[in-house]
């Protein structure tokens, strides 16, 4: 299991999520938590890079970017965007 954590922006961008995001948003923070390293490549040309991405939500309408840091066994979200 991984540790997790939030650059201060990441925190203020999840505490602006409308309620009918939050239950899918909290759900990604679990499986995160478990399996980090399902997200996509942020970047394509670093498959392997610990920079990720992943969608949340029913119809994708979220985006989070995080950053694996595997020696800390750690998650640390940069980004959190809903557009729904």
Request: cysteine-free.
């Amino acid at each position: 299991m991984y540790s997790f954590d939030s650059l201060p922006e990441a925190r203020e961008q999840a505490h602006t999520l409308p309620t009918e995001a939050l239950r899918f948003y909290a759900e990604l923070l679990v499986f995160l938590e478990l399996t980090p390293w399902v997200g996509k490549p942020y970047n394509e040309k670093e498959p392997n890079g610990a920079m990720r991405s992943q969608a949340f939500g029913p119809k994708d309408d979220g985006l989070v970017v995080y950053l694996v840091l595997e020696h800390q066994r750690r998650v640390v979200m940069l980004s959190v965007t809903w557009i729904g």
